[in-house]
């Protein structure tokens, strides 16, 4: 495109001096979820170009990763998407069981699926509290940090922390969870669809809220795929591509649910899809409460949380680890070369850990598969056209987390 | 379709470029060479039997000491519409570092690209924005290659001095000596290094 | 006499004028807390209630940061243009019979001049600051000015041509005099409008675009800090206040009320501009944010034919009935 010929909206505008007016948005700004940083260049108040730069939380987890254990890792998945710690505790646990070979104990599966319902909905809580207030809808916020609220405190009461949890380990989880937990949890299942429909009769019908989410932001379905959008921002355009039914990991195969998908793909599909999934999340949970078996919480043949650095590295039987939760590694053969790559469905997407290994105890490469990496790679794509407000509303509306995004 | 079926049909199709394949835990891949990449994966996207339309990831690999060529490509593929999976390993000799893009079959492949390219150096013909991602513009070498020093080499960041120098004309605010000199504590600290 | 009987008139009206719009930051904060299912201030004195004088002291003893590229003139200008102009407005208010500072015979065009007045601070606030976000900021308060004033000043047309007359003192008259007593049932219409563009005027929520804090961080007041920030504040609530007071001359029949209140004439005044106010902050805690276009779409193609359509039917209603 030469400099002085901007086209926008089909009017193609001849000026020497006509240039497109830059703004750059983040890295500090109050919508930008954290330290996004986008470029737009703007007619008015149109969106000619929007540029993200991403980079700015880069904790090189990655090779991080190439030094440290697996189990020593798992702490650092806390840090992906930090608003819903324990679905990246439970995909980081599930890609190394599968790598290892372990299979792990019914009770564990059950409370796994818990916390990771869990997980979503304080994630879609929070997303949707931002979303609403980016929008203008400032009680929304409000009212859903009240219920994120008692969520956490629920993960303070099972593992003592609140955001980075850590609650997993390899095999299982790290610690059983109590009656007193699963009572006050059914409780709040019980009482959750009620908020829900209190937050609809803020938004859900309210005619400015309509007005500036329908028809905005739309992706096909085909492009959608194309981009490689996944979880509820690819089921707002229509694909019904969930990792819990496409590849069934821990309880999912044994509850039973529904993959709510949208038709238009606009911003306002992907916030009703969100919002039917936080109803999903919660007969989950429910199904998994009633159903929880009792028994072991940890795999006999899971790893020791002290893991062979080297090939040939033997792990001596040690007395204070013998006793308690943590096993030793009789099995040798568990750690042999080769890689997987397992997916999980979190809050924001698909978020997948593709693992080399090289025999020891240490992965030789792991790539995490960030869906808020993926999609913020979407937003310029997302925001082009656009006006400044809905590049805020797309930006909420694909649901990002800058911790996962630059890993 | 079995992904062991795949990967003989992709054997059959070109068996110029194709290596080995194997299995691990129940997940199939294939080793290719690079040359041809763009038309297997093309290939392996459009065909209607096999529809792998969703690039689950793409990332780099550097085997180090480790194989006879040097880098990889891994692209993990699966069919949302007939729900298999396969994952596609591209060679990348060291002294060739370069592979063709994928970003017009996949769009989403885009920064998945151009973060291997900021990490590991590989280099995407074809490419419409090959910048670095997630590092500086500025920054030296590519960090997940195995032969990059953990420790940095004592070297300093750049931007290093400009910070040290500000430092000192911001010393005249200094209304309550609150100040210390850093080259004491710098002493100790090349001593670790 | 005269003159001095005056200054005492103002220094009344300012003192009380202030004092609402201190308590008025405060009601906000408690009644939008008590809808957001929280306290809202609760620490400066019993339930918060010396919070307002806390704030201000904070503003005024503040660092005043004026950035390097702005041009200084109009940036120091603009929030005084804002204040100035917001409380040259409360002149004409007719509070309770025979009490308003300066009894006018254009009163009602008096307010309109200076609320417009009011919107130049903001425009040049945004350009002075050199800044982006306080651009686009200035640029989205003067779009909204031209496409509100308009059906601003129609929507009262109507009242205008009941009362025949511009002085608020006899519109008020007018209508007590005239059978329904209030103009909001002959101009159900018109004062629909007028809420809407009264929201619009004031920078509002759903029409808070020119400082939309999602999107332009702070609009036109990005690069403001401490005193100066907390007049283009004060300017806001005077704008309130001054809306909410015209919406009760002009609909709500002004001071007048169901019986007399012995000793406090302008009882119903005050109740009738608190009511309104609360409306600011109730509408304030339900609604989301208008976009830039939707604001124009609607000023234009839904306020300003219905306003016309006001005048019209007006017009025809009291040419055939008198």
């Given at each position: 495109m030469p400099e002085n010929r901007v086209e926008s909206k089909g009017i193609v505008k001849e000026d020497i001096a006509y240039e497109p007016y830059t703004i750059a948005m983040g890295p500090q700004h109050p919508a930008t979820h954290g330290v996004l940083k986008l470029n737009l260049e703007l007619d008015g108040e149109t969106v000619l170009k929007c540029t993200p730069h991403v980079g700015f939380l880069h904790r090189g987890v990655e090779k991080l990763a190439e030094n440290l254990s697996y189990a020593q890792t798992l702490p650092l998945?806390?840090?992906?998407d930090y608003i819903a710690s324990m679905a990246n505790n439970v995909a980081y646990s599930i890609a190394v069981e599968r790598l290892l070979g372990i299979e792990v104990p019914v009770r564990a599966k059950y409370i796994r699926t818990i916390v990771m319902e869990m997980a979503r909905l304080t994630g879609h809580l929070l997303w949707l509290a931002t979303h609403a207030l980016d929008i203008g809808a400032m009680t929304v916020f409000l009212y859903c940090f009240r219920e994120r609220e008692n969520l956490l405190d629920m993960f303070e009461e099972i593992i003592g922390a609140r955001l980075t949890t850590s609650y997993t380990c390899i095999g299982g989880v790290r610690q059983d969870i109590t009656g007193h937990f699963l009572e006050s949890l059914y409780a709040f299942t019980e009482d959750f669809p009620s908020k829900i429909a209190e937050y609809e009769t803020l938004i859900d019908k309210n005619r400015i809220w309509l007005k500036r989410t329908q028809g905005v932001g739309i992706v096909t379905a085909e492009e959608a795929v194309s981009l490689g959008l996944t979880g509820p921002t690819l089921r707002g355009s229509g694909v019904d591509y969930d990792v819990r039914k496409h590849m069934p990991y821990d309880a999912y195969p044994y509850v039973d649910f529904e993959v709510p998908i949208g038709s238009k793909g606009d911003v306002y599909d992907r916030y009703r899809c969100r919002m039917e999934e936080m109803h999903q999340s919660n007969s989950i949970i429910r199904q998994c409460i009633e159903a929880m078996p009792p028994g072991p919480i940890r795999a006999e043949d899971a790893p020791d949380l002290v893991m062979p650095y080297g090939v040939q590295k033997e792990v001596a039987a040690d007395a204070t680890f013998s006793s308690g939760v943590i096993k030793l590694v009789k099995d040798r053969h568990r750690y042999m070369d080769g890689d997987v790559y397992v997916a999980a469905e979190v809050p924001k997407g698909e978020l997948g850990f593709y693992f080399v290994s090289d025999g020891r105890g240490v992965p030789y490469r792991m790539h995490i598969r960030a869906p808020s990496f993926i999609h913020i790679a979407a937003l310029s794509f997302l925001c082009k056209g656009q006006m400044v407000a809905d590049v805020i509303a797309v930006i909420g509306s694909v649901d990002v987390v800058l911790g996962e995004c630059d890993r | 379709m079995e992904p062991l079926e795949i990967a003989k049909k992709v054997r059959d199709r070109y068996p110029s470029e194709f290596i080995e394949a194997y299995e691990h835990r129940s997940q199939v891949g294939i080793v290719v060479k690079k040359d041809r990449i763009v038309e297997i994966l093309r290939w392996l996207h459009d065909d209607p039997a096999l529809q792998m339309n969703h690039l689950a990831d793409l990332c780099g690999v550097d085997y180090l000491n480790k194989k006879k060529v040097r880098f990889e490509v891994v692209y993990n593929l699966y069919s949302i519409p007939q729900r298999h999976r396969l994952r596609v390993r591209a060679q990348v000799p060291e002294n060739d570092c370069q592979i063709n893009s994928v970003t017009e079959i996949w769009m989403g492949a885009n920064w998945h690209e151009r973060e291997c390219f900021d990490l590991f150096g590989i280099t995407f013909n074809n490419h419409p924005d090959l910048r670095r991602v997630l590092l500086p513009d500025e920054w030296e070498g590519h960090p997940l290659r195995k032969d990059y020093p953990l420790d940095g080499g004592g070297k300093r960041w750049s931007g290093y001095e400009e910070v040290v120098e500000k430092s000192k004309k911001l010393r005249e605010y200094d209304f309550y000596g609150l100040y210390q000199d850093p080259t004491k504590k710098a002493g100790q600290k090349d001593a670790r290094e | 006499m005269e003159l001095l009987w005056i200054l005492i008139k103002i220094i009344i009206v300012f003192a009380v004028v202030m004092l609402h719009v201190m308590y008025a930051t405060y009601f906000e904060r408690k009644v939008i807390g008590h809808m957001q299912v929280r306290m809202g201030p609760?620490?400066?004195?019993?339930?918060?209630?010396?919070q307002p004088i806390a704030d201000g002291l904070k503003l005024f003893f503040k660092e005043d940061i004026i950035p390097t590229v702005a041009d200084k003139k109009v940036f120091y200008a603009a929030p005084l243009i804002c204040l100035i102009s917001a409380l040259s407005a409360v002149a004409v208010i007719p509070f309770f019979q025979g009490f308003a500072i300066a009894n006018i015979n254009i009163g009602l065009l008096y307010i309109f001049a200076m609320s417009s007045l009011a919107s130049y601070g903001v425009v040049l606030a945004g350009w002075s600051s050199n800044s982006k976000y306080s651009f686009l900021g200035g640029l989205r308060s003067s779009a909204q000015v031209i496409s509100y004033e308009i059906a601003m000043g129609l929507s009262l047309v109507g009242v205008m041509m009941l009362a025949g007359s511009l002085n608020l003192t006899d519109i008020v008259n007018a209508q007590m005099s005239?059978?329904?007593?209030?103009?909001l049932i002959p101009q159900i219409i018109g004062f629909f409008v007028f809420v809407v563009a009264m929201l619009a005027e004031t920078n509002r929520?759903?029409?808070d675009l020119p400082e939309a804090e999602s999107e332009l961080?702070?609009?036109?007041?990005?690069e403001y800090s401490g005193m100066r920030f907390a007049l283009f504040f004060m300017a806001e609530y005077i704008g309130m206040i001054i809306m909410s007071c015209l919406a009760v001359v002009c609909f709500l029949g002004g001071w007048s009320g169901p019986f007399e209140v012995p000793g406090i004439p302008f009882f119903w005044f005050l109740l009738k501009v608190y009511f309104f106010i609360f409306f600011y902050y109730w509408v304030r805690a339900t609604l989301p944010r208008y976009r830039y276009d939707q604001l124009m779409a609607l000023g234009w193609k839904v306020l300003i034919p219905l306003a016309l359509f006001n005048i019209v039917l007006t017009g025809t209603i009291k040419s055939l009935f008198g």
């Open positions: 998945s806390d840090r992906l | - | 609760m620490r400066v004195g019993p339930h918060g209630i010396l005239s059978s329904w007593k209030i103009y929520t759903p029409f961080v702070a609009g036109y007041c990005t």
